[in-house]
């Protein structure tokens, strides 16, 4: 009677062991938006660098002022056969230019970040594949690198490495708590400085309620979301 006993107390205690070594899998948080779905957040960049074409990054530590940046999802669109999300984004102290996501609708992938001049009706684009994105230069619309968003669940946290062209890679690692709430965290390396891009997303936000940027540990920029 006391070997079963013993027993039982430890197959327990194995059982709670496992438990806690295998951590429940939850759904990573996502946003779910529809025409006319907006938010503001504040920006606040630090210091400046060089991106690809120069082959190095250099932080410069300069303080700018702090500004908002507003979001507006103007509806769908149809792009090379796909349906994707229009998101217009514009700084509140600029009125010469502006930006506009191409988000596909899927799977929330980030297709093209496009940029307009209006004074000279010019633009530039920037294609991306089915891969998170993390820029290689500071932008002037705050942290706008995009995971992506897993489709499956996640057991606590996961990593995953996103081969690029150019032979560069991002590495992904998805973080998810107990209510939801996902930590992004989007890493590459430039000649030897390394880029480190963090989001943390609340469960059915729009967007993330927090973001960073750091080269070699040193802050470059970070963001917030002052609402809607």
Not at 3 to 30: I, N, Q, T
Request: aromatic fraction near 6%; charged fraction near 30%; include cysteine.
């Amino acid at each position: 009677m006391r070997r079963a006993a013993l027993a039982l107390g430890a197959l327990l205690a194995l059982g709670a062991l496992a438990a806690a070594e295998d951590p429940e899998s939850r759904d990573a948080a996502r946003p779910s938006w529809h025409k006319g779905s907006a938010w503001t957040v504040r920006i606040h960049p630090i210091g400046t660098f060089v991106g690809a074409d120069s082959k190095r990054v250099e932080v410069t530590p300069v303080v700018s002022k702090t500004v908002n940046v507003r979001f507006l999802v103007e509806g769908l669109e149809t792009e090379d056969k796909v349906s994707c999300y229009r998101i217009h984004v514009a700084r509140e102290d600029r009125a010469d230019d502006d930006m506009i996501l191409v988000v596909r609708e899927q799977d929330l992938s980030l297709k093209r970040l496009i940029h307009r001049h209006k004074p000279s009706r010019t633009e530039t684009a920037v294609a991306n594949e089915r891969t998170p994105y993390l820029s290689l230069e500071l932008g002037s619309f705050g942290p706008l690198d995009w995971p992506l968003f897993p489709r499956t669940p996640v057991a606590g946290s996961e990593t995953k490495t996103f081969e690029l062209a150019g032979e560069r890679s991002v590495k992904q690692t998805t973080s998810v708590e107990a209510d939801g709430t996902t930590t992004y965290v989007l890493e590459t390396t430039l000649g030897k400085k390394k880029i480190v891009s963090t989001m943390k997303w609340a469960k059915d936000a729009d967007f993330w309620s927090s973001a960073g940027r750091t080269v070699d540990g040193t802050e470059a920029e970070t963001g917030e979301l002052a609402g809607p």
